[in-house]
């Protein structure tokens, strides 16, 4: 019985790591969006930086939500509740994030480091608030609803 405790903790903690790794390579890809996207309309248009900043992390968080909701967390939940958790996250680190980007200028040598480091603590935090608060009663609803229809299916095969 404790063996097979173990291996079960086991089986856990490694579906716990890759979906951790899956949601970070999500985010990367995010995070790439954010920074083209920022460094594009900040060097073609006029607008100051941190408007630039504030419109890629808008499209950044888009899509880090819908593909990690679906590949990552698997949830089938009810999206506008989930959205609007994430929009409570924002609430919060988006003023927080506009404000250093404000004191960000051109010529400021750390530019660049400072919007790759705002973009770190923003994969960090937010894989936090969505594993620990968006999603976390929601993981892997979809598998289990898949399963629950394939068995529903099969039964109604048998008959």
């Known amino acids: 019985m404790e063996n097979e405790k173990k291996q079960n903790n086991h089986k856990v903690f490694w579906k716990e790591f890759f979906r951790t790794i899956k949601y970070f390579i999500v985010a990367a890809s995010a995070g790439l969006i954010q920074f083209g996207v920022n460094v594009l309309l900040f060097k073609v ?3 100051p930086y941190w408007i630039c900043y504030d419109i890629a992390l808008i499209l950044s968080v888009v899509w880090n939500f819908t593909i990690n909701r679906k590949a990552t967390f698997k949830s089938v939940g009810n999206i506008p509740i989930a959205m609007l958790k994430v929009l409570g996250y924002y609430a919060v680190f988006g003023p927080i994030a506009t404000v250093a980007a404000v004191f960000v200028k051109e010529d400021n040598p750390y530019y660049w480091l400072i919007t790759i ?9 937010e894989y936090l ?10 993981i892997d609803s979809a598998v289990k609803a898949k399963e629950a229809k394939q068995t529903k299916a099969s039964e109604e095969a048998k008959e």
Do not use: D, Q
């Open 45 to 47: 248009t006029p607008m």
């Open 117 to 125: 480091g705002l973009i770190l603590i923003n994969g960090v935090t």
């Open 129 to 138: 608030f969505m594993r620990l608060f968006v999603f976390r009663k929601e």
